[in-house]
């Protein structure tokens, strides 16, 4: 049974540009959640995705977008990225319990 | 929403057992307490969650108050890999993946 996974592993993009995250949750999970993580700070929560749609949202700006496919699986979308963007994105998969499974993570180095 | 205060850092030695104190003074009713292990460069992984009292799972113990201002996650008999960021967490489903605090970085030496 995979756990959550993520793709890609490491992306570097210039800024200004525009970037898409990809995640699969684990089998039978319905609920996913965003988290941005800078080096050496607990993860922040961007938005969570339930039955396609954003169910909450943390502090992010509206450039930070997502998606949720009939599969579960999703999307992280981030315009007009900046260099303060730079960071490891999570994501997480869970069946609308306290009880999160965390992918690897995303490594986006913005130059 | 309820903030969480853990020590910034914490050392001890293989063998021993590891207690980490969460304080989480304005904890509401419906909030749970759930804790999470980080290792570098990996996604955080649940260890334990409680409402109150005592809770105990294969790889930790969960201690908690009557009052619920505070929480102690307690590992026995700690190795080398158990090194690593601990995370607590307050809050019910609606919120408590909103706030994640800095964690608990904890070294263990042999």
């Known amino acids: 049974d995979a756990g959550v996974t993520q793709s890609p592993t490491h992306l570097i993009k210039t800024r200004g540009q525009q970037v898409t995250l990809r995640c699969s949750p684990k089998?039978?999970?319905?609920?996913v959640s965003w988290y941005q993580q800078a080096l050496g700070q607990g993860p922040q929560f961007i938005f969570q995705?339930?039955?396609?749609?954003?169910?909450q949202r943390g502090n992010f700006p509206d450039r930070f977008s997502g998606h949720q496919f009939p599969n579960y699986s999703s999307e992280l979308n981030v315009n007009a990225l900046l260099l303060g963007d730079s960071a490891l994105y999570l994501c997480?998969?869970?069946?609308?319990?306290?009880?999160?499974?965390f992918g690897p993570g995303t490594r986006l180095t913005v130059t | 929403l309820a903030k969480t205060t853990q020590p910034i850092s914490m050392d001890s030695y293989e063998g021993q057992e590891v207690n980490i104190t969460c304080s989480h003074n304005?904890?509401?009713?419906?909030?749970?307490i759930t804790w999470y292990q980080q290792f570098p460069s990996q996604g955080p992984r649940f260890i334990i969650q409680?409402?109150?009292?005592?809770v105990t799972n294969e790889v930790a113990s969960l201690f908690i108050p009557a009052d619920r201002k505070s929480s102690t996650l307690s590992l026995p008999r700690v190795s080398l890999s158990d090194t690593a960021v601990y995370y607590c967490?307050?809050?019910?489903?609606?919120?408590?993946?909103?706030?994640w605090g800095a964690g608990t970085k904890l070294i263990i030496k042999p």
């Open positions: 997480a998969s869970s069946l609308q319990t306290y009880e999160q499974y």
């Open positions: 089998s039978g999970h319905d609920t």
């Open positions: 995705y339930y039955e396609e749609e954003e169910r």
């Open positions: 304005n904890i509401a009713t419906n909030d749970y």
């Open positions: 409680g409402y109150k009292t005592k």
């Open positions: 967490l307050v809050g019910d489903d609606s919120n408590y993946q909103l706030i």
